[in-house]
């Protein structure tokens, strides 16, 4: 009987292709693995109790959470509505928040939820931000690819600055969500080695057909994205008509990039109330804000994430109008 297992660090040829899709990575800085595993491995390897950490809020849970679990100290850069009334973050702000003991920036963009994403002019004054303080800049980019204007799509934290780590995979701009495969690249060899080593205690390495039908995905990405672009192109031309036709109800708030969008509710109802309603009896399912574990502001306190990456979406916005005029 032959045995052959996977590579822990990933398929060579997947990681080749992976690494194309950078400037300045080389394949043997990138590691092949879960995403979510991709987040928790490296901020273990990365952070020690007491350290400082500023994350992106409100987002997916584990890149705060994990933090917060080591016994870290954390600070929230949140997003605010800009006068076009569409989320955006301040570098400003981030730049505030650093401290002497800040260890990690953690960020999101195109961000979940709001779909907020830097100007490339910000981009570049985050990282220099970083690289004055000598901080780790870790960068969920599982969004990267579905900026609504190609133009605006920002580098990869791993080619930024050489304590840049950048988080992808694809499940969400290539549709891929099943094959559970991402990656994380870098220009840190060190800390890259001591993921490597963490990994022995989880997974060890990917499904060895996962990583095949990824690198085919991979290499046929550019068509792939254009596929999802126009889907998402013309859900959002639906959606600013639907929400253009209900402001008594709700405030669009514009993304920028992603497939999701955080949208306000001005009815007077909680968004907790409204979603669950909507569920029951519309059949339409919503996110209120509530559920990103995100304390209430002015701005956050009554919204929903609404997501339009489906085809189905004109379906499910006719059944909440329908329920909506009933």
Known sequence: MTHAGAESTGLPALREEISSTYTSIPAKNVVVLAPAEGIYLTLKALLQPGDHVVVTYPGYQTLHEVARSIGCKLSFWQPELNQQRSWEFNVQQLEALIQSDTKAVIINFPHNPTGALLQKSEWQRLCACCQTHGVHLFSDEMYRGLEHDREAKLPAAADSYEKGISLCGVSKALSMPGLRIGWVAMQDTALLQRIMQLRDYTTICCSAPSEVLALMG???????LQ???????GNLALLRDFFREHTSQFEWHEPAGSSVALVGLTSGESADSFCERCVREAGVLLLPGSQFDHE????????????FGRQNLPQCMKQLESWLDG
């Open 218 to 224: 991979l290499r046929q990405q550019e068509a792939i």
């Open 227 to 233: 596929r999802n672009m126009a889907c998402i192109e």
């Open 296 to 307: 209430p502001s002015d701005d956050f306190s009554n919204s929903f994430r609404i997501g």
